[in-house]
Nanobody, 117 residues
Framework: QVQLVESGGGLVQPGGSLRLSCSVS????????MRWFRQAPGKERELLAS???????IYTDSVRGRFTISRDNAKNTMYLQMNSLKPEDTAVYYC???????????WGQGTQVTVSS
């Protein structure tokens, strides 16, 4: 069983920054496509960014230029650097892993990010 654990959420003022981490329990982290999602109250879960096993990144329009997804395969960890945060970025942030080959999908428990003055 693969376990994903997010960390790094919290309260930040508008314009501030946070870095989220997603630690993956399983070795062979390098064979997983990794993604970040978020879900605000009353809204559907939204895909924010993804990073392939080779480090190719894709972002949704709402975060492109402000958020950066990255991964460290040696540490089995993915990151989301979030800059220029806005109140509308307030949500629970989730990491997601998809195993290349069989498509098995795993989720973390989520970490709360609140952007407020």
């Amino acid at each position: 069983q693969v376990q994903l654990v997010e960390s790094g959420g919290g309260l930040v003022q508008p314009g501030g920054s946070l870095r989220l981490s997603c630690s993956v329990s399983r070795n062979m982290f390098s064979i997983y496509v990794m993604r970040w999602f978020r879900q605000a109250p009353g809204k559907e879960r939204e895909l924010l960014a993804s990073i392939t096993t080779r480090g190719i990144t894709i972002y949704t329009d709402s975060v492109r230029g402000r958020f950066t997804i990255s991964r460290d395969n040696a540490k089995n960890t993915m990151y989301l650097q979030m800059n220029s945060l806005k109140p509308e970025d307030t949500a629970v942030y989730y990491c997601n892993a998809i195993k290349v080959g069989d498509g098995s999908t795993y989720w973390g428990q989520g970490t709360q990010v609140t952007v407020s003055s």
